[in-house]
Each structure stands twice: as structure tokens, then as C-alpha cells.
């Protein structure tokens, strides 16, 4: 008898530590892997549509890089490893001399399953956003980073200017990628041109922006981005 009390106890006791390390391998989220890929970006050339663009509106200064890497796996299970929010921050490019830049970085995650995704901000630190930006814990926070507020004075040179995209990564393994940057503030242009007229048919002396906003948002996305106030003179 004392021998089946005893055998029952231990059973017990075995199934409760059982249902306890289940419990906790739901809840405990794994520490940060030493496995490693390095994604080497490309900078290329800003896209706009203005013409004569200053050299001081595509000069790129600085850059603040943004990845989330996915989860493997599904939580509570054993195979299950959970993806990183990582950031970056570069005062010093490397020129490639033909106008375009590289930036290269080690990516520390367990995870690196399907398409990470990656989001760069360039000329971050020349627009006063890197306090913003570094208090950043999640990609999600980005849409609601606003850019400063515009004066009468005009808009900070460099421009800011941003850059998405997905990029499969392997661990062990380098991956180059080239990103096109497009400007978060936009810049018009005005002529006073027709085609096949010899002479202007009227004479422009002024042009104006009805409404400007005040701000703008640093990625797109953002929901309140239609009710951005006015600016007042």
C-alpha cells in the first residue's frame, strides 16, 4: 500500500513538473542568437521629378536603418524562435564616388524566416530626428515619426528621404541590395513654358501653394496624414 502511495506521488509530482516547464516554455522569450547574416545596402539615386535638382537636395549625410526579421516557428512549440527589431545608425558612408553610397551591417537575430523587412531614413541626423528615432522599439512606430514643422524660412538641406523593401537574408551568407530613396518633402518647380510659341503668352510673376501642411509623416501609412494642420503665414 505504502508502496502504491509512494508511486502515485511520484507520478504526480512528475506531471505537475511536466504541465510547469510547459507553462514556462509559452512564456519565456528566447534570449537574442549569435548567428549572424550581413546585408550590404546600396544607396542609389533619389527619385524626383523636379528638374535641375540642387546637388544639396541629393546629398545624403547620414542614415537610419529599420529591420524586423520574422518568427519561425509557432509560439509554445519547440521549433519556435522569435524574430528581432534591430536598428542602425550611420554619421560616416561609404562614397562610391559616382554620387551613390553603401552601408553595410551585421544583422544578430534567431530568426531570419521568409522576407525581412527593411526601412531606411536618410539624412536623419541633419533634420534633428535622432533622439525620435533612436526611443523607436517596434517598424510600426515609424509611420508615426512627423518630420519638423515647416517655416516661411523653407525646408532643411539635405532633404529627408526614405527608402522600404524586402529582403531575403541567410544566415552565414552576405546579401547586397540596391535602394532608390524618394523624398519625404516635396519640391515644384514652375515654367513658364508652351510648346511651339515663339513668344510666352502671358508673363508669370508669381505662384503660390494653397494650404501647405505644417508637417509630414516620415514613411507613408500613417492614417492621420489627411489631417495634418495648415500652415498659417
Keep these: 500500500m505504502n508502496k502504491i502511495n509512494i508511486i502515485l506521488l511520484l507520478l504526480l509530482g512528475i506531471s505537475f513538473f511536466s504541465s510547469c516547464l510547459d507553462e514556462a516554455d509559452r512564456t519565456v522569450i528566447p534570449k537574442p542568437g549569435n548567428e549572424s547574416a550581413v546585408l550590404s545596402i546600396h544607396l542609389g539615386s533619389s527619385r524626383t521629378r ?17 529591420i524586423q526579421t ?12 522569435q524574430g528581432s527589431f534591430l536598428k542602425y545608425f550611420f554619421d560616416t558612408l561609404n562614397d562610391n564616388g559616382d554620387g551613390t553610397y553603401t552601408v553595410t551591417m551585421e544583422i544578430k537575430t534567431n530568426s531570419l524566416a521568409g522576407e525581412t523587412q527593411v526601412v531606411m531614413i536618410a539624412n536623419y541626423k541633419e533634420n534633428e530626428l535622432y533622439d525620435v528615432l533612436n526611443g523607436i522599439t517596434s517598424l510600426g512606430q515609424l509611420a508615426d515619426v512627423r518630420t519638423q514643422s ?23 551568407t552576405q546579401t547586397t541590395k540596391i535602394f532608390t530613396l524618394r523624398r519625404v518633402m516635396a519640391r515644384i518647380d514652375v515654367y513658364n513654358e508652351i510648346p511651339n510659341t515663339a513668344e510666352k503668352p502671358f508673363e508669370l510673376e508669381s505662384a ?18 489627411f489631417n495634418i494642420p495648415v500652415l498659417k503665414e
Design 208 to 225: 503660390a501653394i494653397v494650404n501647405p501642411r505644417q508637417y509630414s509623416y516620415i514613411i507613408p501609412g500613417n492614417e492621420d496624414a
Design 70 to 81: 520574422n518568427d519561425t516557428g509557432e509560439v509554445g512549440t519547440p521549433t519556435y524562435k
Design 50 to 66: 523636379a528638374f535641375d535638382t540642387p546637388d544639396e537636395e541629393k546629398e545624403v549625410k547620414s542614415v537610419a536603418c529599420f
Design 150 to 172: 515647416v517655416t516661411a524660412s523653407g525646408i532643411t538641406t539635405p532633404l529627408l528621404m526614405y527608402a522600404e523593401e524586402k529582403v531575403a537574408l541567410q544566415f552565414g
